[in-house]
């Protein structure tokens, strides 16, 4: 997930400064930050912590394309390993983060106490897939398979709805899209009420490390990013892809203080992101494995 730092020098006349894509997101000056205790708006460039992939991408396409009004531009940290983006944010080392879905956003700020933090733009939705090196088909899946999945409450939920879906297990409830949220968001083992595979979990915090490692275990639940960070592709690498229509909760966001609702630059941003143009941009370059949710059929 690391990258060496890179300039992307925006090619429209209304964009005039240049986003970097580092991995560290100190050092940045004269951006909004937090004077006691409240945040303050800024011209400066908008200081965004974001996955690599798709994340940092779209941002970019954004900025060369010149979506972004005159004034208004990005400067984009690649998102680190074992930093929480939350408190990246909360802390005043970036100024937004555009790495969660909502229901991971809601569960880590509710645990860690962070509550000044809203979703703006809603964006994408990057299906969870069952992947292996070892089987082609959900089918072949053998009888005491150990199955990466990702070691945290809503992704770790996510899951199962997948192994379900796939008919690899059966829980005490249904993914039926747009009625999920809550504790059916957080389910854990104790919610499976049939394993007729006598599926073993192997649980990861470390979803991108767990990708590189496929050959390791007889199947793993992979996010979007992580497959696409190993060079496969969702839509057609998966043995199952989680169903992104339906009312799918998981949507990927823009999040900001919620000071900063009103800043040009975030609503700037967010109409971006939003835009039909972005939209088929993302339908064109990932082919389903990323998925917008605007102006869509």
């Known amino acids: 997930m690391h990258h060496p730092k890179r300039a992307l020098v925006a090619s429209a006349a209304v964009v005039i400064a240049a986003m970097t894509l580092s991995a560290c997101a100190s050092g940045s000056t004269g951006s909004s930050e937090k004077v006691d205790g409240k945040w303050t708006a800024s011209s400066e460039p908008l200081r965004v912590w974001a996955e690599n ?6 941002l970019e396409h954004i900025q060369d394309a010149g979506l972004l009004p005159d004034g208004v531009t ?26 969660d879905h909502v229901p991971f956003f809601e569960q880590d700020t509710k645990q860690r106490g962070i509550t000044d933090l809203e979703v703006d733009a809603k964006v994408h939705i990057e299906p969870l897939g069952i992947y292996s090196k070892k089987v082609t088909s959900v089918d072949d899946i053998a009888d005491g398979a150990t199955i990466g999945i990702p070691d945290n409450v809503t992704n770790f939920a996510r899951g199962l709805f997948l192994l379900q879906s796939a008919g690899l297990l059966e829980l005490d409830r249904s993914f039926d899209g ?27 915090a470390d979803n991108t490390q767990l990708a590189r490692q496929l050959q390791d275990v007889d199947a793993a639940i992979l996010q979007g990013n ?17 169903d992104s229509k339906n009312g799918n909760p998981y949507v990927n966001v823009l999040i900001a203080p919620k000071a ?29 494995s990323v998925i917008p949710v605007n102006h869509v059929d």
Do not use: C, M
């Not at 990005?74 to 937004?96: H, K, P, R, S």
């Not at 992580?226 to 989680?242: H, K």
């Not at 088929?280 to 370059?285: A, L, Q, R, S, V």
């Open 74 to 99: 990005l400067d984009v940290t690649v998102a680190q390993e074992g930093v929480n983006e939350n408190e990246t944010v909360e802390n005043g080392d970036v100024d937004a983060t555009y790495i």
């Open 260 to 288: 900063l609702h009103d800043d040009p630059r975030i609503e700037a941003l967010d109409e971006a992101l939003t835009s039909k143009e972005v939209a088929d941009w993302i339908t064109k370059t990932y082919e389903g």
């Open 226 to 242: 992580a497959a696409l960070g190993v060079d496969l592709t969702p839509s057609q690498d998966a043995l199952q892809l989680e």
């Open 178 to 204: 747009g009625d999920l949220s809550g504790d059916d968001l957080l389910i854990t083992e104790a919610n499976i009420a049939s394993n007729p595979k006598h599926l073993k979990f192997l649980k990861t």
């Open 53 to 58: 992939r798709p994340h940092s991408e779209i």
